[in-house]
């Protein structure tokens, strides 16, 4: 079997434990810390799943994408986990976000019109001002890069989320890199449909495997599952193929 090959089993039977034993999961569906650790944790096993499905299907387009989201959902997860108090940090971007959508809308904008004939538009405008102040008032707002160096990964925000962002916003290079085949402007052809190469793939496929095996070890952790043990041992799965992705070669 080829690495790629090898690394998709790994990542197939990752997310089949991480299915069969998500029931071993315990939580007080009164807090919304728990509630909001488990919907991440869900948000990145679904992620993980449509990742699976485009792949058996031999398309790559929207790998990287959906990789961003996993990654950004595992750096909130990360961090809720490691200190609750981080769920603040979550609830004032929602109220930022909902002030601004509000804003525009009783603003005149036409695709949000509807927030103007709602008679208790401008009281829940002021509820979201009144508790987002409330939370700034126990710190400031982190932004995407506080969020990734408070998870401890710095060096992952400067280089592989960097990377997957440009092909999520339309970066000029990666548009070219990926669409357009040939050295001379004169023969250049669009290609449709382009993998996006061996090596960039077995990266793409692994880095899916790391952020669902450390979720599921969290997760577990976190709620003292009676699997946590067997969760635990998915990244050593990985570990123990690493003289084999070591190999040169495909």
């Known amino acids: 079997m080829s690495k790629?090959?090898?690394?998709?089993?790994?990542?197939?039977?990752?997310?089949?434990?991480?299915?069969?034993?998500?029931?071993?999961?315990?939580?007080?569906?009164?807090?919304?810390?728990?509630?909001?650790?488990?919907?991440?944790?869900?948000?990145?096993?679904?992620?993980?799943?449509?990742?699976?499905?485009?792949?058996?299907?031999?398309?790559?387009?929207?790998?990287?994408?959906?990789?961003?989201?996993?990654?950004?959902?595992?750096?909130?997860?990360?961090?809720?986990?490691?200190?609750?108090?981080?769920?603040?940090?979550?609830?004032?971007?929602?109220?930022?976000?909902?002030?601004?959508?509000?804003?525009?809308?009783?603003?005149?904008?036409?695709?949000?019109d509807f927030f103007k004939k709602?008679?208790?538009?401008?009281?829940?405008?002021?509820?979201?001002?009144?508790?987002?102040?409330?939370?700034?008032?126990?710190?400031?707002?982190?932004?995407?890069?506080?969020?990734f160096r408070l998870a401890g990964l710095e060096n992952e925000y400067r280089a592989v989320y960097k990377d997957l962002c440009s092909h999520s916003h339309n970066n000029i290079k990666a548009l070219s890199d990926k669409h357009f085949a040939g050295e001379i402007e004169a023969e250049i052809e669009v290609v449709l449909f382009a993998d996006i190469g061996k090596e960039a793939l077995l990266a793409c496929l692994d880095y899916y495997v790391t952020i669902l095996s450390q979720a599921a070890f969290f997760v577990h952790d976190y709620f003292k599952s009676s699997s946590a043990d067997e969760v635990k041992a998915f990244m050593k799965r990985r570990t123990d193929l690493e003289p084999f992705f070591a190999k040169d070669g495909d």
């Open 118 to 147: 709602d008679p208790e538009a401008a009281h829940t405008l002021e509820e979201h001002k009144t508790a987002l102040a409330e939370l700034q008032k126990l710190g400031p707002m982190l932004n995407i890069f506080d969020r």
């Open 4 to 112: 790629i090959e090898v690394m998709f089993a790994l990542l197939v039977d990752t997310m089949k434990d991480t299915v069969r034993l998500a029931p071993d999961i315990k939580f007080d569906k009164g807090k919304q810390v728990h509630r909001a650790i488990m919907a991440l944790y869900v948000s990145i096993i679904e992620n993980t799943d449509s990742a699976i499905v485009l792949h058996r299907a031999k398309r790559s387009a929207g790998l990287e994408t959906i990789l961003r989201t996993n990654l950004e959902a595992f750096v909130d997860l990360s961090n809720m986990c490691n200190d609750p108090a981080y769920y603040n940090q979550m609830l004032a971007l929602y109220h930022k976000d909902s002030l601004d959508l509000m804003q525009h809308g009783l603003a005149g904008n036409p695709y949000l």
